[in-house]
């Protein structure tokens, strides 16, 4: 019979089984052949699109039946509450920074730059290179790239060059992000249910990273010029801690830069407990208008475990970072990173290598900063003219964000769904605090917005302020 013989019999189906109760039985398919005069594989096909479309079921040596439909609802799945148990605040939800953007939106909570302030052209060209190579078809050295692990202690060595002897191109290890990298450290270096020292406020995924290695969590205050080095006395005193994680350069949010003699201070007091100093040396591509030298190229004894990553500066869809450290606290961290991860894409390692090893990587760079500055400076204008009551106490000398101050008593998360409900995007600050956030903040990123509307984000976080 014809396929139209076939649609004939299936809509005279269709059309019985919408006034049938459910578990009503069909005409058998001796019946439905006399019935339109069809052929029994004619009508063996049209139950089988019924079945398909969950019409019908078929019960072996009993006939075929009309199936009942389930009303949609919505799946239960309270059952996982008792399954999983009670879980840290920060799994609540996603970081504010996270948040995908309307298209018309002004985005200043994002932490990554501009895609047009990064090398598309020469990323592009190096993953395609990258693709032709063995490594697209290999496994990777658990450790990372040979060549990659160089490049990243030479430049650390090139920091302060002849201070201190030079790490060892084995002693980097190549990680996926420096997410991970600090998930490994934490576990490997400090321990579940240790403590560890860490700048309040400091980088929101080092605290989830903290959190999620069950690590104790120790704040110190740091403000524009970094931590007290006696408040970090203290609490090694205090705590007996062993780890202290900070951002010497550039913090985020803050944008803090410590001074040389905090550094060494800091450094000396971390020796003198027998302590590891965690450095995310996470904007070291990032400087605006001050050059970076991270604490590690002044330690020659292995008490800096070392993080750089190159998301920031090169691309977010190239997770690439190392971790630079010396002695057992480096073997711990790559077991940990080789049970977690095993290795990183060779692809991934071998495009980032490649960028970086351009000459025009060099030129990027120093129109980076330039972008970073106009950016910056027109960020800060904007505010001052637009929202006056919305303070920014220390303008960075180099990373992606200011740390802007609400007035005291601001309703923050009010201040956050009001410029969001009016097309502006900004982070809570809290998000940065291990406890209570010591005052009223928001991030503002000044790298991933169309500068253009600079003006406009700064009129409706002025008004929104105001009205609050």
Known sequence: MSQDSTERIVTGLREWLATAPPGARLPSNRALVAQHGASPVTVQRAMRQLARAGLVESRPGVGTFARAVRPPQAPDLGWQTAALGAAPVRLSGLSATQRTAAPDSIALHSGYPAPELLPERLVRQALVR?????????????????ELQAWFTAELAAAAPGTVAAPSPRDALIVSGSQSG?????RAVVGAGQPLLIESPTYWGALLAAEQAGVRLVPVPSGPHGPDPD??????????ARAFYAQPTFANPTGARWPADTAAAVLETVRRHGAFLVEDDWAHDLGIDADVRPLAASDDDGHVVYVRSLTKSVSPALRVAAVIARGPARERILV?????AMYVSGVLQAAALDVVTQPAWRTHLRGFREQLRTRRDLLLSSLAAHAPG???EHVP????????????GTDVARVVRECELRGLLVAPGGEWFPAEPAGPYLRLTFANADPSRYAEAASILGAVVDEI
């Open 130 to 146: 990258a693709s032709r190579t063995a490594s697209a078809v290999t496994r990777s050295p658990a450790a990372g790239l040979p």
């Open 182 to 186: 600090l998930s490994s450290i934490f």
């Open 231 to 240: 408040e970090v006395e203290r609490a090694f005193v205090q705590t007996g």
């Open 336 to 340: 940990d990173r080789a049970a977690e």
């Open 390 to 392: 919305v303070t920014v």
């Open 397 to 408: 000398a180099g990373g992606l964000n200011l740390w802007a101050r609400l007035p005291d």
